[in-house]
């Protein structure tokens, strides 16, 4: 995990070594997961046929596993640093973010060729499209926006900002509600999606990571990395109802179709991994099992019959097998380096010959200090250095136990990767925090719009046109209008001196009163 290529993600919830790990609310223990195999029969696999896709941020691919056997069909490449990835509701295509490449990129869910990409902006973490595919979202934790895109292009067709850091975000199963999870302001956005405005934000806790929405759109629950908890929200009443605690920092949740149970992935943190699964009634609000699952569960997602979940283990590179008829871990698929986001499409997909490769344009721009991961440096992104240290929690209806998250994101904006955190969009050498929008390199912090390499030469617009000084000697100013500028200068000084201590003679002396305290200097 100390690798280059691991930072962006490693810690979503990176808490501090001191954090309260919870106790679970089941009676039961968790049982331990079988050996990792990539072809072993998960049970229910005659009821459950399609593909599940895995987002492996740490190598820069994603793996198709299909469903119904547990095998790897292949493993695509040529996305770098993807967070997350989603397969349409209609099962045609699957779509992924590239944190480093500031792109969301969507996929022939058959072939495997690359349809199209788009721009995002900074830290872009989730993807998620309407029930009808024809509507593609994005947060960007980096802007603290969501932006959509027709998914036919995909063309954007909009942007509304939101609250700081936003990161997992769910739709309402008719689409007329979209939840965002906003990780660094401790806030819930609710977003009409067709107008693209946001439409309340509501306070939940400390470093809220995913959502899952009921099926009428009444009903929020969020997960709390910061607490080790899951909390449900009325977004009509705009309220936390009921909080139940896990037994590590959760990330993603998942609700069974008949939202009668819901899955929360406990992934912990680096110095304290999490290896649980909680399964959580919601009628009761509490833990009815615990299922042992890898190291470090992140994501989750349940087929569409609720027989069977999957869920990605960050610290192990596998995914877990759920039967959640018995509750237990009946495979476990080793995938890539970082396992992060994970979907399920009902369609199966056929082994191709080749592994295919993509090209994915970079949109980050030469100026903007590219980034890897998911560029939250994330909660980061993935989620890194933006959320080791999170703000002050929201008043919330619970309290707050400490804890971290890391990402990004958050970071956020969020560059995490060895940057100051309030730089934006700029790459910066020995450089201030305050800097913007420029390319620095030892340059005063004070310098806007502009880029400095020592004392180069510059161009017509006033940049540094990366020749260095101009070739010959410098123009010598005129000696004798030299010495006339120095005297002239030395005469204006030697009057004001004098001014001033004719002042200072007539002015009258006081004296401080007995038993003062001097002011401080």
């Given amino acids: 995990m100390s690798s280059p290529a691991r930072r962006p993600i490693v810690g979503l919830v990176a808490a501090a070594s001191t954090l309260l790990l919870a106790a679970c609310g089941s009676t039961a223990g968790p049982a331990s997961p079988p050996p990792a195999s990539a072809a072993a029969e998960p049970a229910g696999a005659g009821a459950v046929a399609g593909t599940v896709w895995v987002a492996n941020e740490g190598d820069g691919t994603l793996t ?35 944190g480093e490449n500031r792109a969301v990129a969507v996929l022939d869910a058959a072939t495997f060729e690359l349809l ?3 721009p995002t902006g900074a830290s ?55 939840v965002v999870a906003n990780t660094s302001a401790g806030t819930i956005d609710v977003v009409d999606p067709v107008t693209l405005t946001r439409t309340a934000t509501i306070a939940v806790g400390s470093s809220p990571v995913q959502v899952a929405v009921s099926a009428d759109g009444r009903l929020a629950y969020v997960s709390l990395a910061g ?101 237990t871990v009946t495979a476990t698929v080793e995938v890539g380096d970082l396992p992060n986001g994970i979907s399920f499409t009902p369609r199966t997909a056929s082994r191709p010959s080749t592994p295919p490769s993509l090209t994915v344009p970079d949109y980050s721009g030469p100026d903007d200090g590219g980034g890897t991961g998911s560029d939250h440096g994330d909660d980061g992104h993935a989620h890194t250095a933006a959320f080791t240290d999170p703000p002050a929690a929201p008043a919330a209806t619970f309290p707050a136990s400490p804890g971290d998250h890391d990402h990004i994101e958050g970071e ?21 925090p305050a800097q913007e929008d420029h390319t620095q390199h030892g340059a005063d912090p004070a310098q806007e719009d502009s880029s400095h390499a020592g004392a180069g030469s510059t161009g017509d617009d006033g940049h540094d046109d990366g020749h260095g000084a101009p070739a010959g000697p410098a123009p010598e100013r005129p000696r004798v209008a030299v010495l006339a500028t120095f005297a002239g200068v030395n005469g204006a000084v030697l009057v004001a001196a004098a001014v001033l201590r004719r002042r200072d003679r007539d002015r009258p002396r006081h004296r401080p009163r007995a038993g003062a305290t001097p002011s401080p200097a």
Avoid: F
Wanted: aromatic fraction near 2%.
């Fill in 64 to 98: 198709a596993i299909d469903a119904a056997s547990g095998e790897v069909v292949t493993t695509v490449s040529g996305i770098p640093s993807p967070h997350n990835v989603q397969a349409s509701p209609d099962g045609a295509t699957v779509w992924a973010v590239s």
């Fill in 116 to 118: 199209g990409t788009a």
């Fill in 124 to 178: 872009p973490a989730h993807v998620v499209l309407s029930p009808d595919s024809a509507s593609v979202y994005v947060t960007s934790a980096g802007e603290d926006t969501l932006a959509r895109y027709d998914a036919a292009g995909p063309t954007p067709t909009g942007t509304v900002a939101l609250g700081a850091g936003p990161h997992g975000l769910r739709l309402g199963a008719d689409g007329t509600v979209l």
């Fill in 227 to 327: 607490q080790s908890a899951v909390v449900e929200v009325d977004l009509t009443a705009q309220e936390v109802l009921r909080s139940v605690t896990v037994p590590s920092p959760p990330v993603q949740l998942y609700l069974t179709p008949d939202g009668s149970r819901l899955l929360s992935a406990d992934q912990g943190s680096t110095d304290a991994p999490g290896s649980t699964v909680s399964v959580i009634d919601t009628a009761t609000m509490s833990v009815s099992e615990t299922v042992r699952t890898g190291s470090g569960p992140h994501g989750v997602v349940i087929d569409p019959s609720g027989v069977v979940a999957w869920v990605t283990n960050l610290y192990d590179d596998t995914v877990s097998v759920l039967d959640l008829t018995t509750a």
């Fill in 412 to 432: 956020d904006g969020h560059d995490d990767h060895g940057t100051e955190p309030s730089q934006e969009n700029h790459t910066v050498h020995g450089a201030g």
